[in-house]
T-cell receptor, first 117, second 115 residues
């Protein structure tokens, strides 16, 4: 149980392209999903918290107009990197929280490796 | 602000030995502490978690201890095997206003188990 699917797993595209990443909870409903960015050999950096039916909460320093988040249903959240540039190249991982309480397990998707040429 | 410190950053042990990774957190209101294992290029996998109403939790070769007074928690892996080699992250849940709580992650520990 508690499977999180993330798609695509790998994206290579030209500078200026917008890229959409999907995160789905397959066997549970997730009121809250999280989007992280991870650079090589570094920890997970939270970018934003995605709440179903409301606006996402962004961490300090993360541009909300650059990283658009939509959480339209209890099983799907999307992250769109708009007008991507080489510095946006990274490993993006989503997670979904089981249950409504804060102290509940979070399960991660497989991640999306984004490479901007 | 909220912070989680994790040590050591790298750990090398011989197969069969034990490995211990330690974390400290700053927010005394934190009450949920998960541990994740991440293999190269893969997703972080939840391996064990503990809530503040208990001091220790075990799952086969893995155990976690929590000292709320000192605000630190540790991961213990016994009888290590080569497949335990990975990066391990600790985390502490920090409450915010409304439903804005989040996990704060440690810096990670690269564990190498030598056969």
């Amino acid at each position: 149980g508690a499977v999180v699917s993330q798609h695509p797993s790998w994206v290579i595209c030209k500078s200026g392209t917008s890229v959409k990443i999907e995160c789905r909870s397959l066997d549970f409903q997730a009121t809250t999903m999280f989007w992280y960015r991870q650079f090589p050999k570094q920890s997970l950096m939270l970018m934003a918290t995605s709440n179903e039916g409301s606006k996402a909460t962004y961490e300090q320093g993360v541009e909300k107009d650059k990283f658009l988040i939509n959480h339209a249903s209890l099983t799907l959240s999307t992250l769109t990197v708009t007008s991507a540039h080489p510095e946006d190249s990274s490993f993006y991982i989503c997670s979904a929280r089981v249950g409504g309480g804060g102290n509940q397990p979070q399960h991660f998707g497989d991640g999306t490796r984004l490479s901007i040429l | 602000g909220e912070n989680v410190e994790q040590h050591p950053s790298t750990l090398s042990v011989q197969e069969g030995d034990s490995a211990v990774i330690k974390c400290t957190y700053s927010d005394s209101a934190s009450n949920y502490f998960p541990w994740y294992k991440q293999e190269l290029g893969k997703r972080p996998q939840l391996i064990i978690d503990i809530r503040s109403n208990v001091g220790e939790k075990k799952d086969q070769r893995i155990a976690v201890t929590l000292n709320k007074t000192a605000k630190h928690f540790s991961l213990h892996i016994t009888e290590t095997q080569p497949e335990d080699s990975a990066v391990y992250f600790c985390a502490a849940y920090v409450y915010g206003s409304g439903n804005t709580g989040k996990l704060i992650f440690g810096q990670g520990t690269t564990l190498q188990v030598k056969p």
